[in-house]
């Protein structure tokens, strides 16, 4: 089974309204990361929290981390027609140095 | 920049056949990392190594094989491709050590017949 979960599967939301997807995780993590994949190509980066950081934020992202309930958000506001792509949360499995990807979001802004 | 070339881009090839995709980076990171892609599943590590000749399984490593000789290159093997390997393959980079930031490389489509 995989680590991380992110929910919802799909979102569509209009132009300039905020976008919040989650991720669970199952095991003790040293940092949850947030990349997004436009159709088709590699995964970007987004963002990277630690374990002892509870909110991080880059531009229009912030990413929050509780890990009492083993859950990560992440918050697009303003949203844009570019934003349209799936988000991917990864965490390390055990602290290990395996990253471990969820399923993803797949985020879709209508004009 | 941190530079990663998959090759190839693209292959068919049939069941039974032996197939090897290379990922070559053009620094000296020293973990990197082989994920499939399939809808439904997301990304799934299949294997990653932390040096030369230093590498441990993911989590869909049965019918996978791969090695590291030198820093720069991890080569993935299927040593016999089955039609359930059909898949997107990307590599990645660790920048600053396991558990860290990933750099991505833009993948390669392997279809297996």
């Known amino acids: 089974s995989q680590q991380g979960e992110e929910d919802p599967q799909a979102l569509s939301i209009q132009e300039g309204e905020n976008a919040t997807m989650n991720c669970s995780y199952k095991?003790?993590?040293?940092?949850l990361q947030w990349y997004r994949q436009n159709s088709g190509r590699g995964l970007v980066h987004l963002i990277l929290?630690?374990?002892?950081?509870r909110e991080k934020h880059s531009g229009r992202l912030r990413v929050t981390l509780d890990t009492s309930k083993k859950s990560s958000s992440l918050l697009i506001t303003a949203s844009r027609a570019a934003d349209t792509a799936s988000y991917f949360c990864?965490?390390?499995?055990?602290?290990?140095?395996?990253?471990?990807f969820g399923k993803g979001t797949r985020l879709h802004i209508l004009p | 920049d941190a530079g990663i070339t998959q090759s190839p881009r693209h292959k068919v090839t049939e069941t039974g056949t032996p197939v090897t995709l290379r990922c070559h980076q053009t620094?000296?990171?020293?973990?990197m990392y082989w994920y499939r892609q399939d809808p439904g599943h997301g990304l799934r590590l299949i294997h990653y190594?932390?040096?030369?000749?230093?590498?441990d399984k993911g989590e869909v490593s049965d019918g996978y094989s791969v090695s590291r000789s030198k820093t720069e290159d991890f080569l993935l093997t299927l040593e016999s491709a089955t039609s359930s390997q059909t898949s997107v393959y990307f590599c990645?980079?660790?920048?600053?050590?396991?558990?860290?930031?990933?750099?991505f490389g833009e993948g390669s489509r392997l279809t297996v017949l």
């Open positions: 095991t003790s993590i040293n940092n």
């Open positions: 620094e000296n990171h020293r973990y």
């Open positions: 190594s932390y040096g030369v000749k230093d590498t």
């Open positions: 929290i630690r374990s002892n950081e």
């Open positions: 990645a980079i660790a920048l600053a050590g396991g558990s860290g930031e990933l750099f």
């Open positions: 990864a965490t390390d499995l055990n602290r290990d140095d395996k990253i471990i």
